[in-house]
T-cell receptor, first 113, second 112 residues
């Protein structure tokens, strides 16, 4: 039981490049989330998926897109990376949206030059 | 607009009880409050959750007063390994959807 896994662990991009961050969970959870955490800052919700087939914007969705590929997988795409998107990205999952008991992955560190 | 507020930092000596308070306006009757612990270079880890009165587990207690405008995470007899950042998360309901709002985190430093 791996919990929540994220790939890659670390990535360097040039401004304007695109990339997709992958996330998978093996806990049969319905809800999945993407957060970003800037140095010394708290967590900000980018997008979430309450259940398979649905996605919704969080607090900071601009510059990102998401895909809930199936119940297990939830990907985050940066179409044209900007230095302001340099951050640590965390994926999380939970049984249900309203309970808030989220399990987090180890994070992806992204540096945009 | 839902807002979740907590102190930026706290210091405590080993063996003491630590209480960290989170303020949350516009919380509805059944909205859950969840606390997480985060160490450097790791993802947040679930500590405790509740929505009213008091909840206790093997590592912490969560106190929620009747007005539910704040909640307090209580860590009994902290040790050096409890040095971390603690986050409060509120799942605010309303208008047919949920707004998940983390506080900015409280950095707890445990002193020998």
């Amino acid at each position: 039981n791996a919990g929540v896994t994220q790939t890659p662990k670390f990535q360097v991009l040039k401004t304007g490049q695109s990339m997709t961050l992958q996330c998978a969970q093996d806990m049969n959870h319905n809800s999945m989330y993407w957060y970003r955490q800037d140095p010394g800052m708290g967590l900000r919700l980018i997008y979430y998926s309450a259940s398979e087939g649905t996605t919704d914007k969080g607090e900071v969705p601009n510059g990102y897109n998401v895909s809930r590929l199936n119940k297990r997988e939830f990907s985050l795409r940066l179409e044209s990376a900007a230095p302001s998107q340099t951050s640590v990205y965390f994926c999380a999952s939970s049984e249900a949206l309203e309970r808030g008991t989220q399990y987090f992955g180890p994070g992806t560190r992204l540096l945009v030059l | 607009l839902a807002k979740t507020t907590q102190p930026i930092s706290m210091d405590s000596y080993e063996g003491q009880e630590v209480n960290i308070t989170c303020s949350h306006n516009n919380i509805a009757t059944n909205d859950y409050i969840t606390w997480y612990q985060q160490f450097p270079s790791q993802g947040p880890r679930f500590i405790i959750q509740g929505y009213k009165t008091k909840v206790t587990n093997e590592v912490a207690s969560l106190f929620i007063p009747a007005d539910r405008k704040s909640s307090t995470l209580s860590l009994p007899r902290v040790s050096l390994s409890d040095t971390a950042v603690y986050y409060c998360l509120v799942a605010y309901s309303g208008a047919g959807s949920y707004q998940l709002t983390f506080g900015k985190g409280t950095k707890l430093s445990v002193i020998p």
